[in-house]
């Protein structure tokens, strides 16, 4: 019976666990985006996908230095830099954005954690748009305006990764050119 009882609950643990998502998600009640982080599948080993980040950073920040915060060889990267990535209207124009992610490698994967959105103009924490307590009232409804803010301030978190993301394996070697 104990056995049973054991198998049971090890079987419900696995079941309430919560999967790790490749994108940020919107918060639910009690949660908020930053600090959130997503695990991507990325093939290499934790050097080669630190060199990467490493390189792409240094191809495209005219001051690569400003934007690594800090890094450990090998295993992490902090960045921060600016990408036209909010809106503050669906469909809008897209606003500069002061990102701050911080990269965790371990073989074929990466873990991103995000620490912080602004906005480029105001320098503002439009991450603190997409916080339970903004977005949901007292009763549990959602609050419109802050609703439509969370949505794209997500929207934008995930545009940034995903530029990084896909622009790490782009990189071409110029000196094969000449």
């Known amino acids: 019976m104990k056995k049973v009882l054991l198998v049971l609950g090890m ?31 990325k093939e290499g080993t934790a050097g ?3 060199n990467k980040l490493l390189n792409y950073i240094v191809k495209n920040y005219k001051n690569p230095d400003v ?3 800090s890094k450990i060889d090998g295993d992490y990267i902090r960045m921060e830099g600016i990408m036209s990535a909010f809106s503050h209207k669906e469909g809008g124009t897209r606003l500069d954005t002061k990102f701050h992610y911080e990269f965790k490698f371990k073989n074929n994967k990466m873990r991103i954690e995000l620490i912080s959105l602004k ?11 997409a916080t339970s ?12 305006l802050w609703d439509a803010y969370a949505t794209r301030t997500v929207e934008a978190a995930n545009y940034i990764l995903d530029v ?9 070697n110029d000196d094969d050119n000449w």
């Open 11 to 41: 079987v419900a643990l696995t079941f309430s666990m919560k999967s790790q998502s490749d994108t940020f998600t919107y918060p639910n009640k009690g949660e908020q985006l930053e600090l959130q982080y997503v695990i991507i599948e």
């Open 48 to 50: 080669e996908n630190y």
């Open 67 to 69: 934007v690594i915060k």
């Open 119 to 129: 906005s480029g103009v105001s320098n503002g924490h439009i991450s603190s748009y």
């Open 133 to 144: 307590s903004k977005i949901y009232k007292k009763d549990g409804s959602k609050r419109k």
């Open 164 to 172: 990084i993301i896909s622009n790490m394996d782009s990189q071409v």
